[in-house]
């Protein structure tokens, strides 16, 4: 997966694709093309990415050969957004004045045809009216539907069919044969002297308002992208010689030193040399909690400063920004296809032509055996059958509902790096969790001082005998002693005694910090404090003997705390099903305190790197579904080798990069959001898939007239019409539904 993300990559803006069967052509022709090492296309906005170190006008020359249009994006996301903004107004304006021309001709003929019933042609009078109409449904055909039919000439002369193939067939049968009738209605039964020309306007005119309400609703599907660049700034303040100058934002180079006020967007990413302030993270981690930065903190462009100054120095500018990276992340996600969208795939690329020959049968099959006037219901049925056919629904079944779910995701800090790991999500039984840094904080704290001196008196003076020690224990009891602004004395003769603690002598005191093996080293007798120690233990903790002057004074404690939400984050997992069991490289009495304080259902202790790889394989061996979520250097192999991997935010970058799903915050409820959205959004396919299989299983054999015997009527071409353009609307406004999801919380139901 890795060595995948480092290939290039190359964007395309794609025209005259239409439905499932385009995508499925382009993305074999290219194939074909050297060094391509994937393309997919995305239908709901028209793109196309390449992987791999191709030749961009070989691609294109591919794309072109295949019957379709290509051109690579250069232009920066922010342009590229804004482009397809205005592409997509003034394409959506576009298909509404073609589908209002189309409709003004065809309602006032089908209600003509409905008042009088008389649409027949059996006089040189009606042969010139009718001769008249069908000039002017000719010129609706071309100036509203033109589109229709050189995509369809395109897709012939390239030996293939789809959308367009469809709508051409039709709505060109219906005139030809009217104007069949116009011209020789005496070559023709009485009964079949009838034209269509309503037909061919009206289904024009439907499909183009179909399509112009698909391009309104696709257009929220990438809202998620849109209020991720909405957060970068265009400008930036800088200060160079003294003076504060604003710049535009691609000027900013590593190094600058920046200053952002109260209010103000953080333009890059940086490391706080003067401030301190309250910082807005939420857009990008979903944390609603503002973070305080001071000298030494990390900021990251797309926050919000609250309300003190900061001076930082810029390390990350431009893609290589914790924003910009969300936003590739996020739009590489959205391209991506799941594997659930293979059916959809392997269906439409037989359909179009399937349809094509069933319509043909059916209309010999009215033809040679249908009532009188044969001619007239074999037109109505092949009409009807190409029109209802057009696999427009199935193509955007899946991909609109990544669009929506990958964008929900990281409004709420998940990001999920592709469509398989959406889609395996949902799908997991079994979670297992490292404990340090996932469950825990992953920085020890002195939790416990237990003393018959008095307490500050007695971290002062074990502060300034770890003080020169580099061990995280003693790091933790330092900190305790800054948090409480203890004055600290001088160090002399301090020793570090391996395996057992340390010595040394602070302002004329001897001290001793450690375990029982240091008493027993030193002959210090343990007086009444082991039942003590042993409670601490217990409980998850690090409890050690602190001795002065010969003896033992007090015990202290140390711990690598338990996360707030750490616990109702473990119980929320439980209640959607999974099964939680941690992994640890931490001994088995500090693993157990924890999993009996967190209720976590099984605990693996003083495993190595590899041994953490191996229960998972054996986990998945046994047939379950294993998610794995860490965030250290050595929880990676566990990470790849789980069927989806979670990386904490707040972990390594190797984590990150080896993990499918990445939390911006360092909380397991992420890991829930994620799972919860992924089987909504799969709930959401199989909704959408369910429905456009179903159209299509049904609508054919009613367009073929299946109910003719029963009921003695045939389905409209203009009713089928209307219902093939409004099938995409339906799958696309479904899909829009996912933008209304919420993660449940403890104690609330299944949504």
Same mark, same amino acid.
């Given at each position: 997966?890795?060595?995948?993300?480092?290939?290039?990559?190359?964007?395309?803006?794609?025209?005259?694709?239409?439905?499932?069967?385009?995508?499925?052509?382009?993305?074999?022709?290219?194939?074909?093309?050297?060094?391509?090492?994937?393309?997919?296309?995305?239908?709901?906005?028209? &793109?196309?990415?390449?992987?791999?170190?191709?030749?961009?006008?070989?691609? %294109?020359?591919?794309?072109?050969?295949?019957?379709?249009?290509?051109?690579?994006?250069?232009? +920066?996301?922010?342009?590229?957004?804004?482009?397809?903004?205005?592409?997509?107004?003034?394409?959506?304006?576009?298909?509404?004045?073609?589908?209002?021309?189309?409709?003004?001709?065809?309602?006032?003929?089908?209600?003509?045809?409905?008042?009088?019933?008389?649409?027949?042609?059996?006089?040189? +009078?009606?042969?010139?009216?009718?001769?008249?109409?069908?000039?002017?449904?000719?010129? $609706?055909?071309?100036?509203?539907?033109?589109?229709?039919?050189?995509?369809?000439?395109? /897709?012939?002369?390239?030996?293939?069919?789809?959308?367009?193939?469809? %709508?051409?067939?039709?709505?060109?049968?219906?005139?030809?044969?009217?104007?069949?009738?116009?011209?020789?209605?005496?070559?023709?039964?009485?009964?079949?002297?009838?034209?269509?020309?309503?037909? +061919?306007?009206?289904?024009?005119?439907? %499909?183009?308002?179909?399509?112009?309400?698909?391009?309104?609703?696709?257009?929220?599907?990438?809202?998620?992208?849109?209020?991720?660049?909405?957060?970068?700034?265009?400008?930036?303040?800088?200060?160079?010689?003294?003076?504060?100058?604003?710049?535009?934002?691609?000027?900013?180079?590593?190094?600058?030193?920046?200053? $952002?006020?109260?209010?103000?967007?953080?333009?890059?990413?940086?490391?706080?040399?003067?401030?301190?302030?309250?910082?807005?993270?939420?857009?990008?981690?979903?944390?609603?909690?503002?973070?305080?930065?001071?000298? =030494?903190?990390?900021?990251?462009?797309?926050?919000?400063?609250?309300?003190?100054?900061?001076?930082?120095?810029?390390?990350?500018?431009?893609?290589?920004?914790?924003?910009?990276?969300?936003?590739?992340?996020?739009?590489?996600?959205?391209?991506?296809?799941?594997?659930?969208?293979?059916?959809?795939?392997?269906?439409?690329?037989?359909?179009?032509?399937?349809?094509?020959?069933?319509?043909?049968?059916?209309?010999?099959?009215?033809?040679?055996?249908?009532?009188?006037?044969?001619?007239?219901?074999?037109?109505?049925?092949?009409?009807?059958?190409?029109?209802?056919?057009?696999?427009?629904?199935?193509?955007?079944?899946?991909?609109?509902?990544?669009?929506?779910?990958?964008?929900?995701?990281?409004?709420?800090? $998940?990001?999920?790096?592709?469509?398989?790991?959406?889609?395996?999500?949902?799908?997991?039984?079994?979670?297992?969790?490292?404990?340090?840094?996932?469950?825990?904080?992953?920085?020890?704290?002195?939790?416990?001082?237990?003393?018959?001196?008095?307490?500050?008196?007695?971290?002062?003076?074990?502060?300034?005998?770890?003080?020169?020690?580099?061990?995280?224990?003693?790091?933790?009891?330092?900190?305790?002693?800054?948090?409480?602004?203890?004055?600290?004395?001088?160090?002399?003769?301090?020793?570090?005694?391996?395996?057992?603690?340390?010595?040394?002598?602070?302002?004329?005191?001897?001290?001793?910090?450690?375990?029982?093996?240091?008493?027993?080293?030193?002959?210090?007798?343990? =007086?009444?404090?082991?039942?003590?120690?042993?409670?601490?233990?217990?409980?998850?903790?690090?409890?050690?003997?602190?001795? $002065?002057?010969?003896?033992? /004074?007090?015990?202290?404690?140390?711990?690598?705390?338990?996360?707030?939400?750490?616990?109702?984050?473990?119980?929320?997992?439980?209640?959607?099903?999974?099964?939680?069991?941690?992994?640890?490289?931490?001994?088995?009495?500090?693993?157990?305190?924890?999993?009996?304080?967190?209720?976590?259902?099984?605990?693996?202790?003083?495993?190595?790197?590899?041994?953490?790889?191996?229960?998972?394989?054996?986990?998945?061996?046994?047939?379950?579904?294993?998610?794995?979520?860490?965030?250290?250097?050595?929880?990676?192999?566990?990470? /790849?080798?789980?069927?989806?991997?979670?990386?904490?935010?707040?972990? &390594?970058?190797?984590?990150?990069?080896?993990?499918?799903?990445?939390?911006?915050?360092?909380?397991?409820? =992420?890991?829930?959001?994620?799972?919860?959205? +992924?089987?909504?959004?799969?709930?959401?396919?199989?909704?959408?898939?369910?429905?456009?299989?179903?159209?299509?299983?049904?609508?054919?054999?009613?367009?073929?007239?299946?109910?003719?015997?029963?009921?003695?009527?045939?389905?409209?071409?203009?009713?089928?019409?209307?219902?093939?353009?409004?099938?995409?609307?339906?799958?696309?406004?479904?899909?829009?539904?996912?933008?209304?999801?919420?993660?449940?919380? %403890?104690?609330?139901?299944?949504?």
């Amino acid at each position: 997966m890795a060595e995948k993300n480092k290939l290039p990559k190359h964007r395309f803006r794609l025209e005259g694709v239409s439905c499932a069967g385009c995508v499925r052509k382009i993305e074999g022709a290219l194939q074909a093309v050297r060094g391509v090492q994937e393309a997919r296309i995305n239908l709901a906005d028209r &793109t196309l990415v390449v992987t791999g170190d191709v030749d961009v006008r070989a691609c %294109i020359a591919a794309v072109k050969e295949a019957g379709y249009g290509a051109e690579e994006i250069r232009a +920066s996301e922010r342009e590229l957004r804004e482009q397809q903004r205005q592409e997509e107004r003034k394409h959506y304006h576009q298909l509404l004045w073609r589908s209002g021309i189309a409709l003004v001709l065809g309602i006032p003929l089908m209600a003509w045809g409905l008042i009088t019933g008389d649409m027949s042609v059996d006089s040189p +009078s009606e042969q010139l009216a009718w001769g008249a109409m069908g000039l002017l449904t000719l010129a $609706v055909m071309v100036f509203c539907g033109g589109h229709f039919y050189t995509g369809g000439w395109k /897709a012939f002369r390239h030996h293939s069919a789809n959308m367009d193939t469809l %709508i051409a067939l039709g709505t060109a049968s219906a005139w030809l044969y009217s104007m069949l009738v116009v011209i020789g209605p005496q070559w023709l039964p009485d009964a079949a002297r009838h034209v269509y020309f309503e037909a +061919s306007a009206m289904i024009i005119g439907l %499909i183009n308002l179909g399509q112009a309400l698909e391009v309104r609703a696709r257009g929220k599907t990438s809202a998620a992208v849109e209020k991720l660049l909405e957060l970068q700034d265009t400008s930036a303040r800088v200060l160079r010689d003294g003076q504060e100058v604003d710049i535009p934002l691609e000027e900013v180079q590593p190094g600058d030193h920046m200053r $952002v006020r109260p209010g103000e967007k953080v333009p890059v990413d940086g490391v706080v040399k003067v401030g301190s302030s309250l910082v807005d993270e939420s857009m990008l981690t979903g944390e609603p909690i503002p973070v305080e930065k001071a000298e =030494g903190d990390r900021v990251s462009a797309g926050t919000l400063n609250k309300n003190g100054t900061l001076i930082f120095i810029a390390d990350k500018v431009g893609a290589e920004t914790r924003l910009s990276q969300i936003i590739e992340m996020v739009r590489s996600a959205q391209n991506s296809r799941v594997p659930i969208a293979r059916l959809a795939d392997q269906i439409s690329a037989i359909f179009v032509p399937a349809v094509m020959i069933i319509a043909v049968i059916t209309a010999l099959v009215w033809y040679n055996f249908g009532p009188d006037p044969k001619a007239a219901h074999m037109l109505v049925v092949l009409t009807s059958v190409l029109i209802i056919a057009c696999p427009c629904a199935l193509g955007l079944a899946t991909p609109m509902s990544v669009m929506v779910g990958v964008g929900k995701g990281a409004e709420y800090g $998940v990001l999920i790096r592709n469509g398989k790991a959406l889609q395996q999500a949902c799908g997991l039984d079994t979670l297992v969790v490292d404990k340090t840094g996932t469950l825990t904080e992953g920085a020890p704290k002195l939790t416990d001082i237990e003393t018959d001196l008095e307490e500050d008196g007695l971290l002062a003076l074990l502060a300034a005998l770890e003080a020169g020690s580099e061990h995280p224990l003693a790091e933790a009891i330092v900190n305790a002693a800054k948090e409480k602004q203890l004055q600290l004395g001088e160090v002399s003769d301090f020793e570090a005694i391996t395996a057992h603690g340390v010595r040394g002598n602070v302002d004329g005191r001897a001290l001793l910090l450690g375990n029982r093996k240091l008493l027993q080293k030193e002959n210090v007798p343990e =007086g009444d404090w082991p039942d003590r120690v042993q409670a601490l233990a217990e409980q998850g903790r690090t409890a050690m003997y602190a001795v $002065v002057d010969g003896e033992v /004074a007090g015990i202290i404690a140390v711990a690598d705390p338990i996360r707030e939400d750490a616990k109702a984050a473990v119980a929320r997992l439980q209640k959607d099903g999974l099964k939680v069991q941690m992994l640890t490289g931490d001994n088995r009495a500090t693993a157990e305190a924890v999993a009996r304080q967190l209720n976590i259902d099984e605990v693996h202790a003083d495993l190595q790197p590899e041994d953490k790889e191996n229960l998972i394989a054996e986990l998945q061996n046994n047939g379950r579904k294993v998610g794995m979520a860490g965030d250290g250097i050595n929880d990676a192999p566990a990470l /790849a080798r789980a069927d989806v991997g979670f990386a904490i935010g707040g972990g &390594t970058d190797v984590a990150i990069e080896t993990a499918d799903v990445t939390l911006m915050r360092s909380s397991l409820h =992420g890991v829930a959001d994620a799972i919860e959205l +992924s089987r909504a959004t799969l709930r959401n396919i199989k909704q959408n898939l369910f429905g456009a299989f179903i159209y299509n299983t049904l609508g054919i054999p009613i367009a073929a007239g299946v109910l003719y015997p029963f009921t003695g009527a045939l389905l409209s071409p203009v009713i089928a019409g209307a219902a093939m353009a409004f099938s995409s609307v339906t799958v696309v406004s479904n899909a829009n539904r996912l933008r209304f999801f919420q993660p449940k919380k %403890i104690g609330e139901g299944q949504s």
